[in-house]
């Protein structure tokens, strides 16, 4: 079954704070891994992707495929970091349908 | 370019009723995904259309039905409307023929069934 785990409905770090959300995935074969990020009032948007092994707002995550995980991390939590975050994956070689966890509320405190 | 825009944003109906959903994609875009998130949820595939068909399906109902149109723009239907219905319905586009391409999603339609 195909299926993608968000353990943490809610974490909550003070401003300046290592954040990690976790983020476990079932899935046979090679898959596609995507983080996804919705701002208070905003439409969802993509964050991140595994292929582009880029940072982004001082985000990444790497893809442990021995553990079927794909953890976001930032080193220090700003306050424009609140948001929900989504982790997605996708088969590889479908263009098609994402599967999304629950998401994980982050909230930041000054 | 205004992205990816769904109509109407709110909708109220009540049980039994029927409902269409719109969505018109990214500039650019040939390809419409529709996502039901129910609160507190994670987004659900129902379906993607490409060139006017129905490409791949999740685990819907076929109360839940769809078109794409020429120009790429898409709906979505649900007959004969349940409680449990009562969602966010998201839309996302994206470029076919790119297996790394990234859907781009709508604000999202807030479907109410009392």
């Known amino acids: 079954a195909q299926r993608v785990t968000q353990p943490e409905k809610l974490l909550s770090v003070f401003k300046g704070a290592p954040v990690e959300l976790k983020c476990n995935y079932s899935?046979?074969?090679?898959?596609?891994l995507f983080w996804y990020v919705q701002y208070s009032r905003q439409r969802l948007q993509l964050l991140l992707r595994h292929i582009s092994r880029e940072s982004i707002k001082g985000f990444t995550a790497d893809l442990n495929k021995g553990e079927t995980s794909f953890h976001l991390k930032k080193p220090f939590a700003q306050e424009e970091d609140s948001a929900m975050y989504y982790c997605a994956l996708r088969g590889s070689g479908n263009t098609g349908k994402l599967i999304f966890g629950q998401g994980t509320t982050l909230q930041v405190k000054p | 370019d205004a992205g990816v825009t769904q109509s109407p944003t709110h909708l109220i109906k009540t049980r039994g009723q029927q409902v269409t959903l719109r969505c018109s994609p990214k500039s650019g875009h040939d390809t419409v995904s529709w996502y039901q998130q129910a609160l507190g949820q994670g987004p659900q595939f129902i379906f993607q259309?490409?060139?006017?068909?129905?490409?791949q399906r999740g685990n819907f109902p076929d109360r839940f039905s769809g078109h794409q149109f020429p120009n790429y723009s898409s709906e979505l239907n649900v007959n004969a409307l349940l409680l449990g219905d009562s969602a966010l319905y998201l839309c996302?586009?994206?470029?076919?023929?790119?297996?790394?391409?990234?859907?781009?999603f709508g604000q999202g339609t807030r479907l109410t069934v009392v």
């Open positions: 996302a586009s994206s470029l076919d023929g790119y297996l790394n391409t990234e859907a781009f």
């Open positions: 259309y490409y060139e006017e068909e129905e490409r």
């Open positions: 899935y046979s074969g090679s898959p596609e």
